[in-house]
């Protein structure tokens, strides 16, 4: 198998920040429930012990940073399925899983907050207006900021989302970590059709300390992550491993998405190795990288010489 890297690729060693991988599909994966529109947030509800289980076991994995459970309840997703009165003890039930699991572990680990879409997943005609935006964020940051060690802006598809996210994240004083997704069949955009390297830029002006690729094919986030560097802050990369995305629709279940099925643990951890040798700083998983996933790709890293570590200075303009 082949991978790409950078023109200006880097030798083996230095410091990586290892992410968890995707808890939402291990949920899935494992959950005894069927599939619900609002994904892993049901869980919470039904089977607490689970999301508690999953983070647990990324960490034993090598993760340093794990993303706090609350993909799916942002305000608008939560409106839309009638459960909007759900949102604190989605939000205090997240924060409780990933807390009991860092304790369990005794391990140093961080907790990411978690910024999505506030709709749906890649659809970007979904977006919703920038100011409705900042204000759903800015809800979402109220209710993680005293529990978390930065913030995760994930799979964010439009200029508008990234903008958004930031700053309201930017405003917690916390770290802040944007991940954009792109085209699976042209990494240079982003799922909009708009530029990466506007998006990037996007990011880094409102306020961003690091810019990632996130939920878009290893192939995809090949070609996207040459793109990152003129940003001039730390970058990095964590694909999803998903046939395609096409067929899940707003208010539908991951039921109708397909794994691949040449994306096992040594396959992931070469690509993700091509963009650690690419410059990125940050690295880990999406929907369907589990655990065994994360392992493989620690004990490559560590093969090749790099230290992995938490240490959220690593991320900010200036340091590390």
């Known amino acids: 198998m082949t991978s790409t890297t950078h023109p ?70 939560l409106a839309c399925a009638g459960r909007d009165g759900m ?23 961080r907790i990411a907050g978690c910024l999505p879409p506030l709709a749906a997943s890649y659809r970007p005609d979904l977006t919703l207006p920038e100011e409705v ?28 989302e990234v903008r958004a996210a930031t700053r309201a994240a930017q405003e917690s004083g916390k770290p802040v970590w944007t991940g954009l997704t792109v085209d699976d069949a ?41 793109l990152l560097a003129d940003t001039g802050i730390p970058f990095g990369a964590y694909a999803n491993g998903f046939v395609s995305v096409e067929a899940l629709q707003p208010g539908g279940t991951v039921d109708v998405l397909e794994a691949r099925g040449d994306l096992d643990p040594a396959a ?8 650690a040798a690419a410059g990125a700083a940050i690295l880990g998983g999406c929907c369907e990288i589990g655990p065994a996933h994360i392992a493989e790709l620690a004990r490559r890293l560590g093969n090749e010489g790099y230290e992995i570590v938490a240490e959220l200075e690593l991320c900010v303009p200036g340091l590390g």
């Open 8 to 77: 200006d690729a880097r030798a083996p060693g230095g410091k990586i920040v290892l992410l968890d991988g995707g808890v939402g599909q291990e949920l899935h994966r494992r959950s005894a429930r069927p599939s619900a529109p609002l994904w892993s947030a049901q869980v919470m509800i039904d089977e607490p012990e689970l999301v508690e289980t999953v983070h647990l076991e990324f960490i034993e994995a090598g993760a340093r940073i794990v993303t706090l459970n609350s993909y799916s309840a942002t305000p608008h997703r």
């Open 87 to 109: 949102f604190d003890a989605l939000q205090d039930a997240a924060v409780r899983a990933a807390q009991a699991a860092r304790s369990r572990s005794g391990r140093d680990i």
């Open 133 to 160: 935006c900042r204000a759903d964020y800015r809800r979402i940051v109220s209710a993680q900021a005293d529990f978390v060690d930065l913030f995760l802006c994930e799979t964010l598809s439009t200029l508008t």
């Open 186 to 226: 042209d990494g240079s955009v982003l799922r909009s059709g708009e530029p990466v390297a506007d998006g990037a830029q996007a990011a880094r002006d409102a306020g961003a300390n690091a810019v990632l690729i996130n939920c878009s094919s290893p192939e995809a986030i090949a070609r996207a992550l040459p």
């Open 268 to 275: 992931y951890a070469q690509h993700a190795l091509a963009w």
